[in-house]
């Protein structure tokens, strides 16, 4: 009969624990989101923070309170705020636990936040044809045009270098295409997998989030479970 043996990794300290201890304080050095989720089986994308908690809404654009940090699963970095946020509502909800592998942590406070949450939403009013950032009223008349250099400049203070307004342009293509937000393609080109916004912007209104454009199976993803 064959011996079967249980994996162990050796700790610098010469203890040994298993993989699945090992696995769980990785995932404690890591940086995590902590998402806010109805009680049901799947959890979808959202591009509203928050909206629904979770229902199969997948709402595009417009001016329906759209949260511009991207298309995924929204949340907090701090799981005791996630908790908090998660006593004000009555429906029954359940905080799942996703890894960020290499989220952006925007650098600054609220005012550097807002910068990159609004250059996010700009990508959108360019105009490929006369490449600039053109603002519509409620009659859809033209009221503004701006230099897209703004949302470069914005980018670029955050890190995110050699960005161009023809990447801006490519990303609002392909956002149609690959049904996310051009600021998703733009960070992930770049090896990123999420934001993390400043403490003060870490709410119902904005929230950091994990980039994802699929649906899931909760129990596949929740970290509060044994692997």
């Known amino acids: 009969m064959a011996i079967v043996r249980k994996h162990k990794r050796r700790t610098n300290k010469g203890k040994t ?5 090992h696995n769980r304080k990785v995932r404690k050095r890591m940086p995590m989101l902590y998402s806010i989720q109805t009680d049901q089986e ?7 923070p928050f909206q629904e908690y979770g229902d199969k809404l997948f709402d595009r654009r417009g001016g329906r309170g759209t949260g511009w940090f991207g298309t995924g699963f929204y ?14 509502f009555d429906k029954k909800t359940r905080i799942v636990d996703l890894n960020l592998n290499n989220p952006l942590k925007i650098k600054g406070g609220f005012d550097e936040g807002l910068k990159i949450h609004n250059a ?13 950032v053109e603002s519509y009223n409620q009659w859809q008349h033209k009221i503004d045009q701006e230099n897209p250099q703004n949302i470069i400049d914005t980018f670029n203070d955050q890190g995110i270098k050699d960005l161009t307004i023809d990447e801006l342009i490519e990303a609002k293509k ?17 090896g990123y997998d999420g934001i993390i916004p400043p403490h003060s912007m870490e709410n119902t209104t904005y929230g950091a989030i994990k980039f994802d454009n ?14």
Do not use: C, H
Request: hydrophobic residues 25%.
């Open 214 to 227: 699929k649906k899931r199976k909760i129990d596949d993803i929740d970290l509060n479970k044994d692997d």
């Open 75 to 88: 949340g907090f970095s701090d799981k005791s705020e996630a908790k908090s946020a998660q006593t004000k």
């Open 17 to 21: 624990s298993t993989v699945k201890e």
């Open 120 to 132: 996010s939403r700009d990508i959108w009013r360019i105009n490929p044809k006369t490449k600039k």
């Open 174 to 190: 392909q956002s149609k295409i690959q049904n996310k937000q051009p600021i998703n393609i733009i960070l992930e080109k770049r």
């Open 42 to 48: 799947d959890m979808y994308p959202s591009e509203k």
